[in-house]
């Protein structure tokens, strides 16, 4: 077998979201209660078989959202320091890095200190608003903040955009979004 990248569910599960279409809440109630209770052991083994077999590229993911439970993010960093994977990419809807400097100072040179390289943050709009609206959240942090936190830690972001006839329902909606978010420094870019 010969893998590419391995992904592995971190955290908590919870989310600080409540996106109408969301597919992780099926994941939750297999996912641990309490941030910092991480399987040590099966994700050691998970990531030696993945490394073994030739994944050099590992997905943080979560059935929610894996800011909000950090301190399993941080130790699931230090288990995969076990192995040399080239690219780390931490999957967030990035609410909480636009809404706490404090959480960004914190954590995101932490964990790009610990072998972080990319965030994959999933976006639906330009519009904070918009983003609000789908997130179903009172109200969503400026782009460019995300950006610029992402930035200072030292991390590439890329946007993953989702669409869908509520936000991105034609073409120019579309090069609207991908020019906006090039102009503002971002480093690749998925739909
Ligand atoms: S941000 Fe992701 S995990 Fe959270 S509610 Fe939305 S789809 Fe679900």
């Given at each position: 077998m010969n893998l590419q990248n391995i992904a592995l569910f971190v955290g908590?599960?919870?989310?600080?979201a409540n996106c109408?279409?969301?597919?992780?809440s099926i994941h939750?109630?297999?996912?641990?209660?309490?941030?910092?209770?991480?399987?040590e052991n099966l994700f050691y083994r998970t990531l030696k078989y993945a490394y073994e077999n030739g994944a050099r590229s590992l997905s943080l993911t979560s059935g929610g959202e894996p800011t909000i439970a950090p301190n399993s993010v941080t130790r699931t960093l230090e288990i995969a320091q076990n192995f040399d994977f080239r690219k780390i990419k931490l999957y967030t809807n990035a609410i909480r890095i636009g809404k706490s400097l404090k959480f960004s100072k914190n954590y995101l040179p932490l964990w790009q200190s610990k072998g972080l390289t990319d965030i994959y943050w999933t976006v639906y709009s330009i519009s904070p608003e918009k983003n609000a609206q789908i997130f179903r959240i009172k109200s969503y942090p400026s782009l460019e903040l995300i950006i610029n936190r992402i930035h200072e830690a030292d991390l590439k972001v890329r946007a993953n955009i989702v669409l869908s006839k509520n936000n991105i329902c034609n073409l120019e909606k579309f090069k609207e979004i991908v020019t906006w978010l090039k102009n503002y420094g971002v480093d690749n870019i998925a739909a």
């Open positions: 908590t599960g919870k989310c600080n109408a279409h969301c597919a992780g939750r109630e297999n996912m641990p209660k309490e941030d910092k209770v991480v399987d």
